[in-house]
């Protein structure tokens, strides 16, 4: 009796995917067999193989409309369209993560179960750093991607798990600081998990109400449906708990301070930039297929979220001192503007992965500048620690005013032409409050962003100001394209605002 | 009812058998034995004395991979059974899905035991 | 599963059987969570739930859920449990959590919070599913609930079933990163090496007397005695910090008023 059927797989769809997952695994298998000495070698050059070879066969399948695998996983223009950002973020982040000539070693400590400040650890201050860090990498990007394309909520549980678990990993794998760190990455696991079982809670309640986790039969039920919404409407509270988690909304913002500034750079940089994108996929995909129908139910509270989290963002910006925790705040703030372009539902999806990618660049740009400002004991992260940078390393300064006035949405930057697109979308969707709330509260976040420029050039340098360290080619990469990205973008956007409207928007049927 | 079902058991519990009391036998015979100090002393367990504060102590690092590895491969189990019980209506397709996944997990033992996270000292 | 059997379970009628089960065994699940809260031996407490994590085991085979009631009896009461025991040892079971608060008032408003949450999501669910009539069950279970399971896992639900895999790598690879420390070569000992170590000049080979033995007090500090009378420092592990012990300590105890036992210093 053979009545069992697989459903037809399109490979070449999941292609890109494949690639990713599929050199994830020959990167342990390579951290199992290749020498120590050759491991970073092989490894950074497998890493950076997948995530090109995974970009191009994105792109060549740019036209692809499918729905595959009975509907676990939907291949539409905008489903590719991330997973194109995310590639392409996770190349410039893989710079970062990849540096070895700023410290000995690189960021990442070389053998993490030494207790922090034991003697093992002193010993293996210079040795090279864990090369884990890259199929690790490899395991979360390729987890990003299937988080944005999933069909139903179950693959979504599953690839939602297979982008953290790595990250809350190598956020614990700081080179200095070490205990900060694993306290970041102890909070991240905690909450990270509290949140995935609400997911998970939502994801049965809804099953309870549709009798499907299909995002499509999840719409069509409601549709047909006259039961009690009660069901649905729990599922979907606890469902988007578990998603605004990950987007870092308040009021489930507060492991994005301590993580930001406890992981190491790289991956911070890589958090605020990719998982951004993965987890506003997410929201985009299951807001605009899903629930696109109920939108009465859920949008009072979505946009109860999305202001608090815009005005609860800005203002804990203003009063940080820390240029990590700065940054944090202020990507809490930007969660906020792209929950804006959630709430306003399909006409917003283009100008919100605009916003991705705009906000991706300078994010990682500005990162990779934080690891640059250093002292004898690692990066120098205070702001008073800044002051008067400007005096002895003047290239550095202007491109860090670059970055910061992008974030304050200054025009010719990509910070106003993102906004600009968004919040002009919001108002075609009827959404003047929370456009009103979003242009008020980037006045207010402007603030902090110029109190640094402020802090740059104005200040006179202490005797403590740390040296900027010249950076390898890698890091200079990176900070590179991050700037260009952030003047090109805001200078001539209409190029890739072209691409995102012609992207489409997610299949949903 | 029939118990031919239960044959394939019942062979298996003899095969076992078999095998249990093979090894036990064999073993004196075709072993190797080399004349060693240590061999001659008398076996007790706790070869050091090890200082215990009262009311128990706490167990090094290793257990917690030990246990980890150990759930790792549970939740493998998880999966074969239902591939098993079904493993006639799935056909070929199956074999290969669940060829495929342990193939993959045993990335992850190959990594484990290069890597030296199977040896105990 | 008997599909007839199934139809009266989807119903929502009770068998003799899984009613005389279910009395036998909610009694003891309950007793079992009690016990996980009450006992004040961590190593207790997880032993109870392990007792109320089998019954709902049991619970979950009688609902005609084999499988799900298979992986709660492998999965949580074998494995997970199995770690939330070596977690315990690990951090070792007489350390109990400071009770100090360092946020003020965070636990009355958590137990408030949880209380409201629980009550929000149980009304609303005894409002929501009380309207809503269970169907489909027969036809889920029809070639029996594993196979059910089967189906869907290998069909539609292969991708996430394959990157399943990619979940249980990470989570290897991260248990080797956190907790093994790699030798360097050279550093690794075979056992020729420690045979070796053992049978120098100067190292006793054979198993040493245990702290305690033939002494006056049974504490870990305590030299054994040798069988000609003297001390063998050699039973006591040098962790033991070594120091005078007070008056009142080396007085001799009084074992049938003979004197020679107070020797200890």
Known sequence: MNDIQLPPIDYAALLPMLIVFGLACVGILAEAFVPRKHRFAVQATLTLAALIAGLVTVIINRDLEVTTIGGAVTIDGAGLFLQGIILVLGIVAFGLIAERRLERGGAFVANAAHAADSDGDKKQLNEAGATEIFPLTLFAIAGMMLFCVSGDLLTMFVALEVFSLPLYLMCGLARRRRLLSQESALKYFLLGAFASAFFLYGVALIYGYAGSVQLVAIKQSVLDSDKSGVLLAAGLALLAIGLLFKAAAVPFHVWTPDVYQGAPTPITALMAACVKAAAFGGLLRVFNVAFETTSWDWRPVITAVAMATMIVGSILAVTQTDIKRLLAYSSIANAGYLLVGVVSLGGAVGSSMFYLVAYGFSVLAAFGMVTLVRDADGEATHLSRWAGLGKGSPLFSAMFTIIMLGFAGIPLTSGFSSKFALFSSAWDANQSALVIVGVLSSVVLAFPYLKVVVLLWLNPPGDETPTVSVPGYLTRAVVGVGVLATIVLGVAPSWLLDMVNSAGTFLAK | ?121 | MNPALTGVLADGGVTTGEAVTFWILAPIALAGAIGMVLLRNAVHSALSLVLTMLSLGVFYVLQAGPFIGMVQIIVYTGAIMMLFLFVIMLVGRNTRDSLIEVLRGQRVAAILLGIGFAMLLGTGLARGIGSIPAVGLAEANVNGNVEGIAKLLFTRYIFAFEVTSALLITAAVGAMILAHVEKKPGEKMDQKVLSRARFEKGNYPGPKAGPGVFATSDSVATPALLPDGTFTERSVSKVVPARELTIAEARPKAVNGSKEYGAIK
Do not use: H, Q
């Open chain 2, 1 to 121: 009812m029939s118990l031919t079902p239960y044959v394939p058991l019942v062979v298996l519990f003899g095969l076992a058998t078999v095998f249990a009391v093979f090894s036990v036998t064999i073993g004196p015979y075709i072993g190797p034995r080399r004349i060693n100090k240590a061999k001659l002393e008398a076996y007790e367990c706790g070869i050091e004395p090890t200082p215990t504060p009262p009311g128990g102590s706490r167990f090094p690092v290793k257990f917690y991979l030990t246990a980890m590895l150990f759930i790792i491969f549970d939740i493998e189990i998880v999966f074969l059974y239902p591939w098993a019980v079904a493993f006639d209506s799935l056909g070929m397709f199956g074999f290969v899905e669940m060829l495929l996944f342990i193939v993959t997990v045993f990335v992850a033992y190959t990594y484990v035991w290069r890597r030296g996270g199977l040896d105990w000292d």
